[in-house]
């Protein structure tokens, strides 16, 4: 079940997950942005088996909290279920996104971005996670540049909006 919200992120109702992604429902979620202590982005492969987004690279974890779960400790929990790691998580900004996923799927996001920096090993699920890799900011943004199709699309936006918002600053500081 994911819940169902307004453009203000208030609650109301809740829908199964595969249904609010048919229909294209707005939805709470959450993405979580891991950088080293070097400025590193840490970023995750989805595993082919996803029903969505499936072989995309993507930020350090994301998802949707659950009926009465409160989004920050949703966003820890994932954290520790997809990548096996814990790490003090900061509230960074939200927004609202719309993308067709193909196959009849739709993401229609109330997304909280968190943050963190860790220099923890992850220990990812593979049901999750293909691979994973600390990247350079730079690297991430080329990458983004050069070849859209292979991240996924909030993760675009998220990028976007930490590298031209300040959030990312020159050389990766946080």
């Known amino acids: ?72 400790a949703a966003a820890a929990r994932r954290l520790g279920e997809e990548m096996g790691m814990h790490a003090g998580l900061v509230y960074r900004m939200s927004f609202i996104y719309r993308a067709d996923l193909g196959g009849g799927l739709q993401e229609h996001e109330y997304d909280h971005v968190y943050m963190a920096v860790s220099d923890d090993t992850p220990r990812p699920n593979p049901d999750e996670v293909a691979e994973y890799g600390y990247f350079a900011p730079h690297d991430v943004s080329e990458g983004l540049r050069l070849h859209p199709e292979r991240y996924s699309a909030w993760f675009a936006i998220i990028w976007e909006r930490f590298v031209q918002g300040g959030m990312l600053r020159e050389g990766g500081a946080l």
């Open 1 to 72: 079940m994911v819940i169902l919200v307004d453009s203000a992120d208030r609650q109301v109702d809740v829908a199964p997950k595969m249904y609010a992604h048919r229909a294209g429902l707005l939805h709470r979620a959450f993405s979580v942005l891991v950088f080293d202590s070097s400025g590193r982005a840490l970023l995750q492969k989805r595993a082919e088996g996803k029903y969505h987004s499936g072989g995309l690279w993507t930020n350090t974890c994301c998802s949707h909290p659950r009926p009465g779960e409160e989004t920050a």
